[in-house]
């Protein structure tokens, strides 16, 4: 049955289809920030669990919500923003626009004048806020550490994995951006010398990038990598954390990235991570004490720091339990949520 909320206070929209990093974050939160806020995704594809509203209850926001000066538009993609500017400029509904960015780029005129219009600016990094003309509020992402947690003794693998050895994982979509090939060459130099290990690459190329995946296999081969280097494909989201916890060391290893979560999964799922110097890595990753930060496309670089923590369990076992509780911490979904809430509440406040 849907979680449908009738008055909400916040109205976070998601009007994209398809399953992405900015989708599953919100969606990830969302439940978390409702333990404080009326809040309600608005979108074709939410889950029944996520707090929600429909299309055909738009009209309701016209309104005050029964406790609130106004509500609060929370937007995260361009056509969000302008379906805010739209409600609360043209049709004069009582509401205040928040954006979260996530790019590390200059943002194009059209973005620029969106963000503009903005009541308040959420940035997921301090890099992010940098490439912004405006002031923003840092609310870096958070991770569900009771869905991401280190194995328990004699949990079974995902059927697709192998049983027994150790894995190294590299997990998102497959491409030159993500660096997938850079993680390939790394493994190519490493798994010789390591009989024991095996890699693992879990995700999808679209349409686009397929021959790019092609490529990889075709390296794998040449190799003699075939049944060392692993392909699953994609999981869904309630199957990935199972991934995580069968890692012994997890790769990050992007070309760029907006934020990038998956250092943040792994790390809550008791793997040290190796990490390139990108988005907000160098603010998740502590170099030496929960991974290794390395720069971008540096396949030399990447075979050393996974070699080294491959070659010193005790080490290995250390940062693993570091990097837990780092996230537990500091960037858990309730820090995020947290974080999220107080800029509406500061909104309200000003009222």
């Known amino acids: 049955m849907r979680t449908l909320v009738s008055d909400p206070q916040v109205i976070a929209p998601n009007f994209k289809r398809r399953l992405s990093g900015v989708t599953t974050t919100l969606f990830r939160v969302a439940p978390v920030q409702a333990r404080s806020v009326r809040i309600a995704v608005l979108g074709p594809v939410v889950p029944d669990e996520i707090p929600q509203m429909r299309f055909r209850d738009l009209l309701r926001l ?29 049709l004069r509904f009582p509401l205040k626009l928040v954006f979260t960015s996530a790019s590390q780029r200059k943002h194009t005129g059209w973005s620029r004048f969106l963000i503009g219009r903005m009541d308040a600016v959420v940035s997921v990094s301090d ?32 059927a697709d994995l192998p049983p027994i050895g150790r894995l190294v994982g590299c997990f998102g979509r497959i491409r030159a951006q993500k660096g997938t090939d ?48 692993l392909f699953p494909g994609e999981v869904g989201p309630l199957e990935t954390p199972a991934y995580y916890r069968a890692l012994c060391l997890y790769v990050a290893p992007q070309r760029w990235e907006g934020f990038g979560v998956t250092p943040l999964e792994a790390m809550a799922s008791g793997a ?33 720091a996974v070699g080294r923590w491959l070659d010193d369990d005790a080490a290995r076992a250390k940062a693993g339990a570091a990097a837990r509780s780092r996230v537990e911490t500091q960037f858990s979904l309730e820090v995020e949520a947290e974080g999220i809430n107080a800029v509406y509440q500061r909104l309200w406040d000003q009222a």
């Open 62 to 90: 016209a309104r005050r919500p029964s406790d609130r000066p106004f509500r609060i538009w929370h937007a995260r993609r361009n056509v969000e923003m302008l379906a805010g500017v739209v409600l609360r400029d043209l």
């Open 127 to 158: 890099f992010t806020a940098a490439y912004l003309q405006r002031p923003s509020i840092v609310v870096m992402h958070g991770i569900d550490t009771a869905v991401f947690r280190p194995a328990r003794a004699g949990e079974a693998r995902p």
């Open 182 to 229: 850079v993680f390939v060459d790394a493994m190519i130099r490493v798994l010789p010398d390591r009989p024991d290990v095996k890699a693992v690459v879990l995700g999808r190329a679209t349409g686009e990038h397929q021959n790019f995946l092609d490529e990889l296999k075709a390296r794998v081969a040449a190799a003699g990598l075939n049944d060392r280097i």
């Open 272 to 304: 040290p991570v190796v990490a390139t110097t990108v988005g907000a890595f160098p603010k998740l990753v502590i170099d030496g004490e929960t991974g290794s930060l390395i720069p971008p496309g540096d396949a030399d670089a990447m075979a050393e």
